[in-house]
């Protein structure tokens, strides 16, 4: 049995749960059938996020995701952030559900046999700027020559042409340009990038949706095309209707800090205890539930208090209310008031709130992998559950390589020729 089989059987799933209560509900999990995209083979020859991520959650769900790495430069996220006896904790989330194989697509060796894999694929992803893989006449022509079905899937920071798309770009530009950064912060403050890989993740999951409309497309057509993922737009695109505002009335977004233009109150609020809450009143009625609450019920008789914007407005006036009222009150005592009057309110969590969180631990949000490498570990599950084909983690992040042979072998390679291609540093 290989490595791929033994995982299908023992990873975790994300199962679907009937409420308690509901006709019919019991405790268990259903039984599961074979994950939705079982069958599917994807190559990911990206690195660091976008793409690998968008490969993870395509093998979360069934595909067979070949993750190819160069021989002696591995794909860096196994060196980003904390690691563990020397293993990178970031590349066990990453890389799980993926095979590992290394390949120098750069020498005739590897060139050759990338094309021999693609043959055999449904989907190719990659990272290189704009130009690389045509330099080694691994390019679309290439590559549907050999595999007329096959998607190719391109991720790059500005797109596969205009201005800038031969420069090099990461997530942060991305963040930049889009106007991310632009609204976000304090009004008086510089503008704000985020501690973390945000339009990175917005684009994996954009390419991820891309690679199934393709597919889709594919079934139709018999015929497969090219995904073309920049960075700069799916970010873009998340950030609402600031173009359609701005060409139509002239409105430029600007930073609020942890305010909004759309309603008040809306903010962050400090606790008796030292902690922080977070309340929300998108709604009209839960609006006047937080005034009452705190309260100040007169302020529901104001004539700016009827709209969201016009609450915005006051937000001085809002916000005194509401803290002031928090402020005298643990968050323990704070949370049950407002779950008591029916009103929007969330602790601010780090991640040790988040692991204890008692909501995530009902939805098995993180979960904990078996890996051969570090023992048990938890990580985020897989994105959405399905109630007949969930998705599964099958293994957490192999090591580097540590599947070329077997990848190989099954794709037909002899023990010679594998020979002759490390040799010739392909492998």
């Not at 679907?16 to 259903?30: I, K, N, V, Y």
């Not at 993740?201 to 390419?207: D, F, H, I, P, Q």
């Not at 309260?295 to 509401?322: K, M, N, Q, S, Y």
């Not at 070329?404 to 492998?427: I, K, P, Y």
């Amino acid at each position: 049995m290989t490595h791929h089989e033994q995982g299908e059987q023992t990873g975790p799933r994300r199962e679907f749960r009937t409420a308690p209560g509901d006709e019919g509900a019991h405790h268990g999990h259903r039984t599961p059938s074979a994950a939705p995209l079982t069958g599917l083979r994807v190559l990911d020859l990206a690195t660091l996020f976008a793409g690998p991520l968008a490969a993870t959650l395509l093998g979360d769900f069934g595909a067979e995701v070949v993750k190819v790495e160069h021989p002696a430069k591995p794909d860096p996220s196994r060196g980003h952030g904390p690691s563990k006896d020397g293993v990178g904790l970031w590349w066990k989330v990453l890389g799980r559900n993926k095979r590992t194989i290394t390949l120098n697509l750069s020498t005739p060796g590897g060139r050759d046999t990338l094309l021999r894999l693609a043959a055999t694929a449904d989907v190719v992803i990659e990272n290189f700027r704009p130009g690389t893989l045509e330099k080694w006449d691994l390019g679309w022509e290439d590559l549907s020559a050999v595999n007329p079905r096959l998607v190719l899937t391109r991720v790059t920071a500005f797109g596969q042409f205009g201005p800038l798309a031969h420069r090099p770009g990461f997530g942060t530009l991305a963040e930049a340009m889009s106007g991310f950064a632009a609204i976000t912060g304090e009004p008086d403050a510089p503008p704000t990038l985020p501690p973390f890989g945000l339009a990175d993740s917005v684009a994996g999951l954009a390419t991820a949706y891309a690679v199934l409309t393709a597919l889709a497309a594919r079934d139709r057509t018999g015929a497969g095309q090219v995904v073309d993922m920049a960075l700069i737009e799916p970010i873009l695109t998340v950030l609402g209707p600031q173009p359609t505002w701005y060409d139509q009335v002239g409105y430029v977004q600007e930073r609020t800090g942890n305010r909004s233009a759309n309603n008040a109150p809306r903010n962050t609020y400090r606790t008796a205890d030292g902690t922080w809450v977070a309340v929300s009143t998108s709604a009209q009625s839960i609006a006047e539930r937080v005034m009452r609450l705190v309260g100040r019920p007169e302020l529901i008789d104001e004539p700016w208090f009827a709209t969201g914007a016009d609450r915005a407005a006051h937000a001085d006036v809002l916000d005194e209310a509401v803290g002031t009222w928090i402020a005298t009150r643990t968050r323990t005592e704070v949370l049950a008031a407002f779950e008591k009057a029916e009103a929007a309110i969330a602790p601010i969590q780090d991640v040790r709130d988040v692991l204890a969180d008692p909501q995530y631990q009902a939805l098995d949000t993180v979960t904990t992998v078996d890996d051969p490498e570090l023992g048990p570990l938890r990580m985020q599950n897989v994105l959405f559950r399905l109630s007949a084909t969930p998705g599964t983690i099958r293994w957490a992040g192999r090591p580097h390589g540590a599947d070329t042979e077997e990848v190989l072998t099954e794709l037909g390679l002899t023990a010679a020729e594998l020979s002759t291609l490390r040799q010739a540093g392909a492998v």
